[in-house]
Structures are given as structure tokens and as C-alpha cells.
């Protein structure tokens, strides 16, 4: 070997190192002038060079000019190939060598095996335990375990472990760690624990895979023991740990551990601050991912992308959006899991608004979204009740593909049932190839809202019949439909059954729907022994319930319970006085309702305003009642005064009950005229074109005034008008309301 070879040789490394191909193109120029026939080391180097440098034509020119190369030569540019996944070329050199080592048979095994030929693999494999078995190495044993992981081959990988033992390979560490994972990603625990406990010499490599299969099969105290009794640790057993406790839902431990860690003075990576971030948000420690957001900033990891990530994520899950904002901006780098967490973190906090506008900034930066973002921005969409921008969307994931992704078509199932939309909800959901619990309990979630119970239990009783099994989530929905129809028997059963044949406790959410499911028939004695019998008491929505449906039948005393009760639990939420008023207003008690009007004032608690919106053209109109602030206010209330008078024709007569003020009837009138729902549906009228179905959406519950008014517009207009409320739909067509006026 000359010394000018060496020198050039030396180059060629510089040029890998820098990833300079014009250089290394260079130097072989000079290479081929000043030396007439380059050494066969040389030459290899340069094929080895361009390998790195991914220009296979060039190694591939320079193999076919040496003369003769040597088994390092056939070696370097198989090894090209094997890498790239050039399958067809790589067997062909392969089958031209004149001669093959170890490497060559594991350059042919693990160019199949990591390009999902995983049969050509195996075949390779045969045939060297046939013809070159002495060429067997633990790189060979290692590659054939991790392809039996990925195929989940328990019987190759069996033989595969045979073999190993046949060979004499069974005490080799370096072949131990993939055959433990390779057993753990199988579920066979035992027979990796049984392995783990006969290996004569264990390295923390092998500890570390021990404590990842054992987590992954939910063994939490066996990996505690294994990790305590480690006499070596290394900064992935600690993370390891972390990461499992998390996963085992032990956030708690995790964080506790993390904090050991940092103290036995161990180097931290991306993934233990990204699970010990993900634990502080489980268990909405702010105070504890603060200071490990500090820790963070201190070391080399601020600006990479998986931690940014994974605070962005902590910070919106304990409902610190502004910190999470704070975060996002500073980020130097973003990816679409970043764009994803603050989407998600929106979403999560109510600003479903701005979860919508940064999925838009986000394409407008390059990102594509994946399957997961688009199902999150659909479902900020269907919180919205934006069936434009949902629609929109719908489009994207025909168009990308995602729509054969089971979150996107469930996304999309709510999306269309909380916009009203129920044709279509149902559509999608008969077009999805595989549907699971999600995609039928969306579906009947936007029956029961609609207030379609008939068809939300016949949904429900499809489901049992073909074995799936519901949640919580789908006997809320079952439960607010036997509600909202008047079905109490069959709700007391299904809620009867969800503990005695499904084995699920019920939560304050399930209690609510058999109170609204009492009150609202006016069994309001049974919804009181009920509630003295429930295992906790209920939550401000179940007395908030109790006591809406006591102002309905006008029971005083079970309201003034409830009442006192939702006071007690929340003073300063308005809902209980509001309701007690219209209790006392309705039996004409105008002293009571002055004097809770004295005690709100007093308390400063303050009413929640009530506002109706509707979108046209992309943009929202906002309206309150008595509303001044419209451009359009003119038209409007003479929409209404027109409305007004073929209403009474038709035999329309106010409903004085909904005003909470001691007045005359006179101005009782005049305050129920200009209701923001009213409002907004006069709006509609003048405005969304004839044919289209008028959408409002309100934030508080439809009055009863306006719920009849509302039945006398859609007959006089032979319009469809869409409203929905705090509680559900109301989809109102030809003098009728879809909820059969119970609601």
C-alpha cells in the first residue's frame, strides 16, 4: 500500500466527514491523473466514498474498473445496494461473487429483512445455514430476531433461538438483547424472563430491554425490582422506567423518578423530559412542569422539536394556554406534532376558533397535516358547529386519503351529528369500511341530540347484537335520548344494566341523565329519593337539572332544595338563581325574585348573557336581545314586525312565563319580540338563500316563547330553521320542532 494511497485515502474520509461530494469528485479526478492503476484499496475507499455520499452510479463505475476486485471490493458495492434497497441488483451481485465472508451473507439477509422481503430474507438464511454455515456471526442471529419482532414469526423465531443455542451463540450478549425483545414483542414474558434469568453475563443493554418488554405486558413491579437491583444503570434505564410508569398510568411515580434521576446526577435526553412532560400534564402538575420547563432551558434540549413539543402539550392539558403559546411562538423549529399539540391544546381549552385558524397557518407554512391533525381540526369544527369549514375539511380527507383513517371518519360522524346534519352523519358512517366503538357511539350521540330516540336505542341494540362494547360515553347518549322522549322505564333499565351486564360505574354524567329523565315527566319525589340514594352527591349540571325541571312543573319546594344545594356547591354561578326566579316569577312570588335579584348584587354574581349567531358568506353575525349593534338591524326588526303579525294570524300567543320581570303585559310583549334567537332567525331569512336550511346556534337554552314562535315561522316561511341550544337540536319544518316540544 503506497503512501500516496494512504493520502488520498485520508482525503476521501474528510469528504464523507463534511459530506462534500464536489470535493470527493475532484479528488478522484486528480486520483486517476496522477496515478495510472489505483491500488484495489484505493479504489474501494472511493466506492466506500461515494456510498456515503448516496451516489451509487459513480461507486457503481468505479467497481467495474478494477481489474480484479478482491471480496472487500464485491463486499462495498453490495453493501450499496443492501442499504438502498436496490433488491434485484443486490441479489444479482450477490450471485456474481466469486466468493462470499459473513458480511456479504448479512449484507443479502438484512437488505431483504429491512425492505419487507422478509420471506427473500429468510430464504437467504437457509440457504447459508445450508452452504456457508460457518460463516454465522452474531450480526446474522441479531438481524434474523429483530425481523422475527417485526413479523411477530413466533415459530421462525423459536427455530431462529434453536439455532443460536445450536451454534453456541446463547451466551453472547450482543445476540441476547434482540432475542429478549424479540420474545416480549411476541407477549412470551416468561420465556424472556427464563432466558434473561439462564444468561451467565448480562450487560445493561440486555437490563434495558428486560424492563421495556415487561412494561409493555404491564408487569410494573417486576421491572421496578429488576431496575432496583441493577449494580449498572445508564441513562436509559432511567428513562425507561420514566417512559413506562407513564404508559402503566403511574404519572405520579414517574415524575417522582425523574426527579431521583436528576439528583444521581444521570444526562437526560429528548425522551425522558418528553415522558416526564407528558406525566406532569396527566396528572395537571403545572407547578412540578414548570420547574422541569426551567430544567429544560438550562440544558441542550430548548430548542428541540419532540421536547418543544411535549410542553406545548403539558402546558394545554393544565389549562395553561397562554404558556403553551408562549412556547409554540418561541420554537425554532416545528414539525407536525408541534403544530398538532397547540391545535390539540386549543381544542381542549375551548378555543376551538383558534384550533381552526392554526391548522390554516399551518398549511400555509408547508406542513401537511397527518391523519391525527385533521381529525383534531374536524372535531374543533363540529365544536363550533361549522358545517362550511367541517364540509371543507371532508374534502381534504377524500382528496389526502385520510378518510380511510377510523379517527377521521369518527371525527367527522360528530362533526355532521352536532351540526344537524344527520343524513350525512349516517352516510359516512354506512361507507366506512371498519367501524368501531367510537364510530357508533358518535353516530348515536348525534341521534340522541337530535332527539331521534327511537333510532338512537334501535342503534344501540344493533351494537350489543354484534358484540361491541359500549362505554360510558354511549350510555350518556342512550340515557339523554330515553330523556328527551319521555322513555323513563327503558331508561331506568339501561341504567340499571349498565352496572349489573356491562360492569360501568356510573359517573355524575350518568346520574344527571336519570335526574333529567325523572324531572322531566315531573316524577320529581322519585328524582329526590334517587339522588338521597346516589353513592355521591350530585354535580352543579344534576342540580342545575333538578331544578330546571321543578321551574317547568312548578314544585317549590324540591326547587328551593335544589336551588340551595347548587348554591352551596357554586355561589357564584348564576344558573340557580336565574331558575329559582322563574320559579317564583311564574307563581307570581315578585318579592322572592327581587330579593335573589338583592343577592346577586350583593354577591356579584352576574347572569350569563344570552347570545344567538349565525354564519353567512364566512362570516359570523352575533346578535343579543335588543340587540343594537347590526348593520342590518333595520331590516331585521321589520322582518319581525312582519313575522309577528302572520304569527297571530296563524293564532300565535305569546308565552308571558319566559319574562322574569314583574311588568306589564304590554312590555312582556315587546321584550319577547326581540329575543337574540329572533333575532338571528329574521337574519336567516332575509339573508340565506331560499332552499338552504337556516343554522343558529345559541348559547344558552331555548326559551319556551321562542321555541313555539320559532314553529310558526317555519310554517309561514316553508323554511327549515336549525337551532341549536345549550342542551340539543331543534330542527324546526312545517309548524313542527324534531324534539316534539319536550326539551
Same mark, same amino acid.
Given at each position: 500500500?503506497?503512501?500516496?494511497?494512504?493520502?488520498?485515502?485520508?482525503?476521501?474520509?474528510?469528504?464523507?466527514? $463534511?459530506?462534500?461530494?464536489?470535493?470527493?469528485?475532484?479528488?478522484?479526478?486528480?486520483?486517476?491523473?496522477?496515478?495510472?492503476?489505483?491500488?484495489?484499496?484505493?479504489?474501494?475507499?472511493?466506492?466506500?466514498?461515494?456510498?456515503?455520499?448516496?451516489?451509487?452510479?459513480?461507486?457503481?463505475?468505479?467497481?467495474?474498473?478494477?481489474?480484479?476486485?478482491?471480496?472487500?471490493?464485491?463486499?462495498?458495492?453490495?453493501?450499496?445496494? $443492501?442499504?438502498?434497497?436496490?433488491?434485484?441488483?443486490?441479489?444479482?451481485?450477490?450471485?456474481?461473487?466469486?466468493?462470499?465472508?459473513?458480511?456479504?451473507?448479512?449484507?443479502?439477509?438484512?437488505?431483504?429483512?429491512?425492505?419487507?422481503?422478509?420471506?427473500?430474507?429468510?430464504?437467504?438464511?437457509?440457504?447459508?445455514?445450508?452452504?456457508?454455515?460457518?460463516?454465522?456471526?452474531?450480526?446474522? &442471529? $441479531?438481524?434474523?430476531?429483530?425481523?422475527?419482532?417485526?413479523?411477530?414469526?413466533?415459530?421462525?423465531?423459536?427455530?431462529?433461538?434453536?439455532?443460536?443455542?445450536?451454534?453456541?451463540?446463547?451466551?453472547?450478549?450482543?445476540?441476547?438483547?434482540?432475542?429478549?425483545?424479540?420474545?416480549?414483542?411476541?407477549?412470551?414474558?416468561?420465556?424472556?424472563?427464563?432466558?434473561?434469568?439462564?444468561?451467565?453475563?448480562?450487560?445493561?443493554?440486555?437490563?434495558?430491554?428486560?424492563?421495556?418488554?415487561?412494561?409493555?405486558?404491564?408487569?410494573?413491579?417486576?421491572?421496578?425490582?429488576?431496575?432496583?437491583?441493577?449494580?449498572?444503570?445508564?441513562?436509559?434505564?432511567?428513562?425507561?422506567?420514566?417512559?413506562?410508569?407513564?404508559?402503566?398510568?403511574?404519572?405520579?411515580?414517574?415524575?417522582?423518578?425523574?426527579? /431521583?434521576?436528576?439528583?444521581?446526577?444521570?444526562?437526560?435526553?429528548?425522551?425522558?423530559?418528553?415522558?416526564?412532560?407528558?406525566?406532569?400534564?396527566?396528572?395537571?402538575?403545572?407547578?412540578?412542569?414548570?420547574?422541569?420547563?426551567?430544567?429544560?432551558?438550562?440544558?441542550?434540549?430548548?430548542?428541540?422539536?419532540? %421536547? =418543544?413539543?411535549?410542553?406545548?402539550?403539558?402546558?394545554?392539558?393544565?389549562?395553561?394556554?397562554?404558556?403553551?403559546?408562549?412556547?409554540?411562538?418561541?420554537?425554532?423549529?416545528?414539525?407536525?406534532?408541534?403544530?398538532?399539540?397547540?391545535?390539540?391544546?386549543?381544542?381542549?381549552?375551548?378555543?376551538?376558533?383558534?384550533?381552526?385558524?392554526?391548522?390554516? +397557518?399551518?398549511?400555509?407554512? =408547508? %406542513?401537511?397535516?397527518?391523519?391525527?391533525?385533521? =381529525?383534531?381540526?374536524?372535531?374543533?369544527?363540529?365544536?363550533?358547529?361549522?358545517?362550511?369549514?367541517?364540509?371543507? &375539511?371532508?374534502?381534504?380527507?377524500?382528496?389526502?386519503?385520510?378518510?380511510?383513517?377510523?379517527?377521521?371518519?369518527?371525527?367527522?360522524?360528530?362533526?355532521?351529528?352536532?351540526?344537524?346534519?344527520? /343524513?350525512?352523519?349516517?352516510?359516512?358512517?354506512?361507507?366506512?369500511?371498519?367501524?368501531?366503538?367510537?364510530?357508533?357511539?358518535?353516530?348515536?350521540?348525534?341521534?340522541?341530540?337530535?332527539?331521534?330516540?327511537?333510532?338512537?336505542?334501535?342503534?344501540?341494540?344493533?351494537?350489543?347484537?354484534?358484540?361491541?362494547?359500549?362505554?360510558?360515553?354511549?350510555?350518556?347518549?342512550?340515557?339523554?335520548?330515553?330523556?328527551?322522549?319521555?322513555?323513563?322505564?327503558?331508561?331506568?333499565?339501561?341504567?340499571?344494566?349498565?352496572?349489573?351486564?356491562? =360492569?360501568?360505574?356510573?359517573?355524575?354524567?350518568?346520574?344527571?341523565?336519570?335526574?333529567?329523565?325523572?324531572?322531566?315527566?315531573?316524577?320529581?319525589?322519585?328524582?329526590?329519593?334517587?339522588?338521597?340514594?346516589?353513592?355521591?352527591?350530585?354535580?352543579? %349540571?344534576?342540580?342545575?337539572?333538578?331544578?330546571?325541571?321543578?321551574?317547568?312543573?312548578?314544585?317549590?319546594?324540591?326547587?328551593?332544595?335544589?336551588?340551595?344545594?347548587?348554591?352551596?356547591? /357554586?355561589?357564584?354561578?348564576?344558573?340557580?338563581?336565574?331558575?329559582?326566579?322563574?320559579?317564583?316569577?311564574?307563581?307570581?312570588?315578585?318579592?322572592?325574585?327581587?330579593?335573589?335579584?338583592?343577592?346577586?348584587?350583593?354577591?356579584?354574581?352576574?347572569?350569563?348573557?344570552?347570545?344567538?349567531?349565525?354564519?353567512?358568506?364566512?362570516?359570523?353575525?352575533?346578535?343579543?336581545?335588543?340587540?343594537?349593534?347590526?348593520?342590518?338591524?333595520?331590516?331585521?326588526?321589520?322582518?319581525?314586525?312582519?313575522?309577528?303579525?302572520?304569527?297571530?294570524?296563524?293564532?300565535?300567543?305569546?308565552?308571558?312565563?319566559?319574562?322574569?320581570?314583574?311588568?306589564?303585559?304590554?312590555?312582556?310583549?315587546?321584550?319577547?319580540?326581540?329575543?337574540?334567537?329572533?333575532?338571528?332567525?329574521?337574519?336567516?331569512?332575509?339573508?340565506?338563500?331560499?332552499?338552504?336550511?337556516?343554522?343558529?346556534?345559541?348559547?344558552?337554552? &331555548?326559551?319556551?316563547?321562542?321555541?313555539?314562535?320559532?314553529?310558526?315561522? $317555519?310554517?309561514?316561511?316553508?323554511? +327549515?330553521?336549525?337551532?341549536?341550544?345549550?342542551?340539543? &337540536?331543534?330542527?324546526?319544518?312545517?309548524?313542527?320542532?324534531?324534539?316534539?316540544?319536550?326539551?
Amino acid at each position: 500500500m503506497s503512501s500516496s494511497s494512504n493520502y488520498y485515502v485520508s482525503l476521501l474520509k474528510l469528504c464523507c466527514d $463534511s459530506q462534500n461530494q464536489t470535493q470527493a469528485k475532484k479528488l478522484h479526478c486528480l486520483i486517476l491523473k496522477t496515478i495510472t492503476h489505483p491500488e484495489t484499496f484505493l479504489s474501494n475507499n472511493l466506492i466506500s466514498t461515494y456510498s456515503k455520499l448516496g451516489n451509487l452510479a459513480y461507486a457503481h463505475r468505479v467497481f467495474d474498473h478494477i481489474p480484479q476486485p478482491n471480496l472487500f471490493s464485491w463486499n462495498a458495492i453490495l453493501s450499496i445496494y $443492501s442499504k438502498l434497497g436496490r433488491l434485484s441488483q443486490m441479489q444479482q451481485i450477490f450471485d456474481l461473487m466469486p466468493f462470499r465472508d459473513g458480511v456479504s451473507w448479512n449484507l443479502a439477509i438484512s437488505g431483504y429483512a429491512n425492505y419487507g422481503s422478509s420471506t427473500d430474507a429468510v430464504g437467504v438464511y437457509k440457504l447459508m445455514l445450508k452452504d456457508a454455515a460457518m460463516n454465522l456471526n452474531q450480526i446474522t &442471529f $441479531s438481524t434474523m430476531l429483530i425481523l422475527c419482532s417485526n413479523c411477530l414469526s413466533m415459530d421462525l423465531g423459536r427455530q431462529i433461538h434453536g439455532q443460536i443455542l445450536k451454534f453456541g451463540f446463547g451466551s453472547y450478549v450482543f445476540v441476547g438483547s434482540p432475542l429478549l425483545d424479540m420474545y416480549a414483542k411476541l407477549g412470551l414474558i416468561y420465556d424472556a424472563k427464563r432466558y434473561y434469568d439462564e444468561m451467565p453475563e448480562r450487560n445493561v443493554v440486555m437490563c434495558n430491554t428486560m424492563i421495556i418488554g415487561l412494561m409493555r405486558r404491564g408487569m410494573v413491579e417486576e421491572s421496578k425490582c429488576l431496575f432496583h437491583g441493577l449494580k449498572e444503570r445508564d441513562s436509559i434505564s432511567w428513562t425507561t422506567m420514566i417512559s413506562g410508569l407513564m404508559q402503566n398510568r403511574m404519572e405520579r411515580e414517574a415524575v417522582d423518578l425523574f426527579k /431521583e434521576m436528576r439528583l444521581a446526577g444521570f444526562t437526560m435526553d429528548q425522551f425522558t423530559f418528553g415522558s416526564v412532560l407528558t406525566a406532569c400534564g396527566s396528572l395537571l402538575a403545572l407547578g412540578e412542569g414548570k420547574q422541569i420547563h426551567a430544567y429544560v432551558i438550562r440544558t441542550d434540549h430548548k430548542d428541540n422539536v419532540f %421536547v =418543544g413539543s411535549a410542553l406545548v402539550d403539558m402546558y394545554s392539558k393544565c389549562k395553561s394556554i397562554k404558556s403553551a403559546e408562549t412556547v409554540f411562538k418561541r420554537m425554532t423549529q416545528k414539525n407536525v406534532v408541534s403544530w398538532t399539540a397547540m391545535l390539540v391544546g386549543y381544542g381542549q381549552n375551548g378555543f376551538s376558533e383558534e384550533a381552526v385558524n392554526i391548522f390554516f +397557518e399551518m398549511q400555509r407554512h =408547508g %406542513v401537511e397535516p397527518d391523519d391525527f391533525t385533521l =381529525g383534531s381540526v374536524i372535531s374543533s369544527c363540529a365544536n363550533l358547529a361549522s358545517l362550511e369549514e367541517g364540509a371543507q &375539511f371532508h374534502c381534504q380527507a377524500l382528496v389526502s386519503g385520510f378518510i380511510s383513517f377510523i379517527t377521521v371518519s369518527n371525527a367527522l360522524i360528530t362533526l355532521y351529528g352536532k351540526c344537524g346534519s344527520m /343524513e350525512d352523519s349516517y352516510q359516512l358512517f354506512v361507507e366506512m369500511n371498519t367501524r368501531d366503538e367510537v364510530s357508533w357511539t358518535a353516530l348515536l350521540a348525534g341521534y340522541a341530540q337530535f332527539g331521534k330516540a327511537n333510532e338512537t336505542i334501535d342503534l344501540f341494540e344493533r351494537m350489543l347484537a354484534i358484540g361491541l362494547k359500549p362505554d360510558g360515553v354511549t350510555f350518556i347518549g342512550v340515557l339523554s335520548a330515553c330523556s328527551r322522549a319521555g322513555l323513563v322505564e327503558q331508561g331506568l333499565q339501561y341504567f340499571e344494566s349498565m352496572t349489573k351486564e356491562h =360492569g360501568i360505574i356510573p359517573i355524575p354524567d350518568h346520574y344527571t341523565c336519570i335526574i333529567d329523565l325523572l324531572g322531566r315527566v315531573g316524577r320529581l319525589e322519585e328524582a329526590r329519593n334517587f339522588i338521597n340514594k346516589m353513592p355521591c352527591h350530585p354535580d352543579v %349540571v344534576g342540580w342545575a337539572t333538578l331544578l330546571s325541571s321543578c321551574r317547568v312543573h312548578g314544585d317549590m319546594e324540591i326547587g328551593k332544595w335544589a336551588a340551595d344545594s347548587l348554591i352551596e356547591l /357554586e355561589p357564584q354561578n348564576p344558573a340557580s338563581y336565574v331558575l329559582l326566579s322563574s320559579l317564583y316569577a311564574a307563581k307570581g312570588k315578585w318579592n322572592e325574585v327581587a330579593q335573589l335579584r338583592r343577592g346577586m348584587r350583593d354577591k356579584r354574581v352576574k347572569k350569563e348573557p344570552g347570545y344567538s349567531w349565525i354564519k353567512y358568506k364566512g362570516k359570523v353575525h352575533v346578535f343579543s336581545a335588543d340587540d343594537q349593534t347590526s348593520p342590518f338591524l333595520g331590516q331585521i326588526y321589520a322582518e319581525l314586525e312582519k313575522l309577528n303579525c302572520k304569527m297571530i294570524e296563524e293564532g300565535y300567543i305569546p308565552d308571558m312565563s319566559s319574562v322574569l320581570h314583574d311588568v306589564e303585559e304590554s312590555e312582556k310583549i315587546k321584550m319577547l319580540k326581540h329575543h337574540s334567537e329572533k333575532l338571528a332567525i329574521a337574519f336567516g331569512l332575509i339573508f340565506v338563500p331560499p332552499g338552504l336550511p337556516i343554522r343558529v346556534i345559541k348559547n344558552l337554552r &331555548f326559551c319556551g316563547d321562542c321555541h313555539n314562535a320559532t314553529k310558526f315561522i $317555519s310554517k309561514i316561511t316553508q323554511r +327549515e330553521i336549525l337551532v341549536r341550544d345549550a342542551v340539543r &337540536f331543534h330542527l324546526f319544518k312545517e309548524g313542527t320542532c324534531s324534539c316534539g316540544d319536550f326539551w
